[in-house]
Nanobody, 122 residues
């Protein structure tokens, strides 16, 4: 089973930046799509960014222009660069990988992991 280790979270003021990393065991990201999703207390999970095996990216509207997802297949790592952070970005961020971005969306509630906490203060 693939294991993910998310890191890079922290507490920043509004307007600040963070870079999240997700390292996976195995050659996952070179052959699969990957995504970052977040969950705030009492709220549903939201897939905020995804990248296909071929490098095509998708973003939820609320983060477009502020977040950038990328991956390094040689390091089996996916990144999420987050700029112009807002208090509403506060959540635990998780990564996931699956065959396609559509599969990640469909199975979003099935994934689990330790995640990394992002807290944005106003």
């Amino acid at each position: 089973q693939v294991q993910f280790v998310e890191s890079g979270g922290g507490e920043v003021r509004a307007g600040g930046s963070l870079r999240l990393s997700c390292a996976a065991s195995g050659s996952t990201f070179s052959i699969n799509a990957a995504g970052w999703y977040r969950q705030a207390p009492g709220k549903q999970r939201v897939l905020v960014a995804a990248i296909s095996s071929g490098g095509r990216t998708n973003y939820v509207d609320s983060v477009k222009g502020r977040f950038t997802i990328s991956k390094d297949n040689s390091k089996n790592t996916v990144y999420l660069e987050m700029n112009s952070l807002k208090p509403e970005d506060t959540a635990v961020y998780y990564c996931a990988a699956d065959r396609t971005i559509a599969t990640i969306l469909r199975r979003l509630d099935d994934y689990w992991g330790q995640g990394t906490q992002v807290t944005v203060s106003s």
